[in-house]
C-alpha cells in the first residue's frame, strides 16, 4: 500500500483483464499503512461479475497466520 492505496500498475493490470466469474482478494503487506480505499478503488477496476472478497493487510504474519486467514475464505 502507498499510503492506503495500491500502486496505479494494480490498477492497469485489473483494468487489462476480464475477472468477470472470478473471486478477487486483495492483500498486503505493510509495516505501517492500513487498506484505506483499495477494496473500492481496485474493486471499481473491475467487472460488475467479478466476485471481490474485502482485502487485508498484513505486516508482520507469521505463515501459520497466513495459512489460516487464506483457509477462512472459503475457497
Same mark, same amino acid.
Not at 487489462?16 to 472470478?22: A, L, N, R
Not at 480505499?37 to 497466513?66: E, I, P, Y
Given at each position: ?14 483494468? +487489462?483483464? /476480464?475477472?468477470?466469474? &472470478?473471486?478477487?482478494?486483495? @492483500? ?18 473491475? +467487472?460488475? /461479475?467479478?466476485?471481490? &472478497?474485502?482485502?487485508?493487510? @498484513? ?17
Amino acid at each position: 500500500m502507498w499510503w492506503y492505496v495500491a500502486p496505479t500498475i494494480i490498477n492497469t493490470f485489473l483494468e +487489462s483483464y /476480464d475477472f468477470s466469474g &472470478k473471486t478477487v482478494i486483495p @492483500f498486503a503487506t505493510s509495516g505501517g499503512s492500513g487498506m484505506g480505499d483499495t477494496d473500492r478503488v481496485l474493486k471499481d477496476c473491475c +467487472s460488475r /461479475d467479478t466476485r471481490w &472478497k474485502q482485502g487485508r493487510r @498484513f505486516g508482520s504474519v507469521k505463515a501459520a497466520d497466513l495459512k489460516s486467514w487464506v483457509d477462512g475464505l472459503g475457497l
